[in-house]
């Protein structure tokens, strides 16, 4: 990549003037008077500027040649496909803003999404961004509870939704979710539903409406909302890994600008790339890496509906080598799962035309990312490890290709205009070679505003441990070359006799051995040591349990990491539970190895896992 000014990597004290010329990328109805305005912990980026973030994703993009680049292509689980150039998705956002605002919805007003996959999603989101409308997307897998929460808590005025959606060729029925979650619920005025499978599913009368007949009859014009940079983009609700999920609220400007100059960098964005992440668009990498950065950024996205193992394992293989997919961005999880089916999947496809390889959302172990170097990057695509979360909006913590040397399991160093820090309790800097709590230094520009609708819990949450300083809540390490290594969530770290010992690194180890497809390490209390390791583990495919398996997972845990570190028990299970962003729930898998009663599994991608794990420790223990 040709790195416009190198000299950007080093910018001393400078960060804001880094983030106002970035904010030109962007087009602006009216200029910022201030870059930003900081009343700790409270952040106003670009204030006194106006913009539109849809107008961004797409208007800026007619004038000129890529007017008719593909700006979506959608392949469904079925293999149907569409694509869509800018101009169509320009024309489907502007109807769509004016269906919504033919019912009422106004600048402020909250729409809930609950969809699947499909081009109309991301439509729905654009219409309400154009329109000022915050939109909350709820992942198409959550359960109508989650649903109800998140509709309760932003008090959503309508809800867009569709009859069903695909999964492994079975059928989810979201509308029925919906009217189950409306029960009891009051403030929804309007629920839209888009046509997807086709089952037949009850409408109820002045309430719920089809798609496909009110964008019938709609103008295709409808003139962009001119809204302040701070005003409100989205609410997301985090993915509950943690506990109970907090509305993170974001604005238009500081987002927009973090999200598409991150996407430019990191994935080192050529005009003629086919970019797909996989991220549902229901968490935060859907938000900022699926849709708004990348549409921003005038690149094609790859929009896929179902699942990475229907109708065979290879789907995601078949993907690529059917549309020619340049860059790829998924988590750890599929990769681990792609390991566990065995490299024979990706070797029996063409996927030649990948040339930018990403990973996101947990600690990638060193084996999982020479894995993926290997069978999917055939040693040749450079691998982006990207640290982030909901809260922070944009990748925080990354390499740059071709720029930042790479170290497998390791996000690499702050992007620039980024500081972070790694501090000890009392919010001291640790020493290079040391770990300790994970901080950002200084406001940036895809900070979340607030917590919806609780500025104290957001200040309490995220500013109230260090002062001046954001807690990200997670532990990391800073090696000899000043290269940041995620331990883990402060929360799982498990601490055997006063040695805190970090989830990922024994996960990691267990992970190497060659039978283990994935792991997951909690803490549980023991009398002596405090708490001692106990590690849930997934084998590989086609691997035959022997007497002694056990016993060698454990040794090899101490030839790694050391004696420490030796999981006191190894419990074996074909799956583990996870959320539906993928990550593994370590808090339940806690409540598990204590014995004690389950937290909150509202979150839980598949809640029977979690049954019968609990069933079979007991029997065992
Ligand atoms: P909740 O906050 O509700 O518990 P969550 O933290 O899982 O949910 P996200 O915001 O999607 O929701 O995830 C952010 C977290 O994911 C980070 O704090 C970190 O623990 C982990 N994470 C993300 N990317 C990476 C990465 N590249 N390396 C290591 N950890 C990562
Ligand atoms: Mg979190």
Redesign the pocket.
């Known amino acids: 990549m040709v790195i416009r000014n190198p000299e950007i990597f080093d910018l001393g004290q400078d960060r804001t003037k880094f983030w106002g010329d970035q904010g030109n990328r962007l087009d602006w109805f009216k200029p910022w008077d201030k870059v930003l305005e900081w009343n700790n912990p409270f952040a106003k980026w670009y204030a006194g500027g106006k913009l539109n973030a849809a107008y961004n994703c797409l208007d800026r993009h007619l004038n000129g040649a890529r007017r008719n680049k593909a700006a979506l292509i959608f392949e469904g689980e079925l293999g149907d496909y569409r694509v869509l150039t800018y101009q169509d998705l320009h024309r489907e956002v502007s109807r769509f803003a004016n269906v919504l605002k033919s019912y009422g919805v106004e600048k402020g007003d909250r729409v809930t999404i609950y969809m699947p996959m499909i081009p109309e999603t991301v439509i729905a989101m654009l219409a309400c961004a154009r329109i000022g409308a915050p939109h909350i997307v709820v992942f198409g897998g959550f359960s109508y509870e989650a649903l109800k929460d998140r509709v309760l808590d932003a008090q959503s005025k309508v809800i867009v939704t569709s009859d069903g959606s695909y999964r492994r060729g079975n059928i989810i029925p979201l509308k029925e979710n919906v009217d189950q979650a409306l029960k009891t619920v009051t403030c929804v005025e309007k629920v839209i539903v888009v046509q997807r499978t086709g089952q037949s599913v009850a409408m109820q009368e002045g309430r719920d409406i089809w798609y496909h007949e009110v964008v019938k009859n709609i103008p295709i014009v409808c003139p962009a909302e001119e809204m302040d940079a701070d005003d409100m983009l989205f609410i997301l609700?985090?993915?509950?890994?943690?506990?109970?999920?907090?509305g993170?609220v974001h604005s238009v400007g500081g987002y927009m600008v973090g999200v598409s100059t991150t996407h430019e960098w990191v994935f080192d964005l050529k005009d003629e790339d086919v970019y797909w992440c996989t991220a549902d668009v229901g968490?935060?990498?859907g938000h900022s890496y699926l849709v708004y950065g990348p549409l921003a950024n005038g690149a094609t996205i790859l929009l896929y509906e179902g699942a990475p193992d229907y109708p065979d394992k290879d789907r995601y293989w078949e993907i690529v080598e059917k549309y020619k997919v340049t860059i790829l961005y998924t988590a750890?999880t599929a990769i681990r799962t792609f390991m566990k089916w065995g490299e024979k999947y990706p070797m029996g496809r063409d996927i030649s035309s990948l040339r930018l390889l990403g990973?996101?959302?947990?600690?990638?172990n060193p084996d999982a990312w020479m894995w993926y170097h290997k069978h999917i990057g055939k040693e040749r695509c450079p691998i982006v490890?990207?640290?982030?979360?909901?809260?922070?909006g944009m990748i925080m913590?990354?390499p740059i290709p071709e720029v930042t040397p790479l170290k497998a399991g390791s996000?690499a160093v702050p992007f620039p205009g980024v500081k972070m820090g790694i501090v000890d309790h009392q919010g001291k800097p640790v020493e290079k070679g040391d770990s300790g709590y994970?901080v950002v230094c200084e406001p940036w520009p895809a900070m979340l505003k607030t917590v919806y609708g609780d500025d104290k819990r957001y200040e309490d949450t995220y500013w109230g441990q260090y002062a001046g300083m954001y807690f990200?809540?997670?532990e990391a390490k800073w090696d000899e070359d000043g290269y940041f290594w995620?331990i883990?969530?402060v929360d799982d770290v498990i601490n055997v006799s006063g040695h805190r010992i970090g989830t990922?690194e024994v996960e990691g180890a267990l992970v190497d051995h060659p039978a283990v497809a994935e792991a997951a390490c909690v803490g549980r209390t023991h009398a002596v040591k405090g708490q001692a390791v106990f590690a849930f583990v997934s084998l590989k495919e086609g691997i035959v349990v022997h007497d002694s398996l056990i016993a060698e997972l454990k040794a090899h845990v101490v030839l790694k990491i050391g004696s420490l570190a030796r999981p006191d028990d190894v419990f074996l299970t074909d799956e583990l539970p996870k959320?539906r962003?993928g990550?593994i729930m370590r808090?339940l898998l806690k409540d598990i190895a204590e014995g004690r009663a389950m937290g909150d599994t509202s979150?839980l991608a598949d809640a029977s896992i979690i049954d019968l794990l609990k069933k079979n420790v007991n029997q065992k223990t």
């Open positions: 609700y985090t993915s509950g890994t943690t506990g109970k999920p907090k993170i968490w935060i990498t750890p990973s996101v959302g947990e600690p990638i490890d990207t640290w982030w979360q909901t809260e922070t913590i990354t996000c994970l990200t809540g997670d995620v883990g969530r990922a959320t962003s990550k808090r979150t």
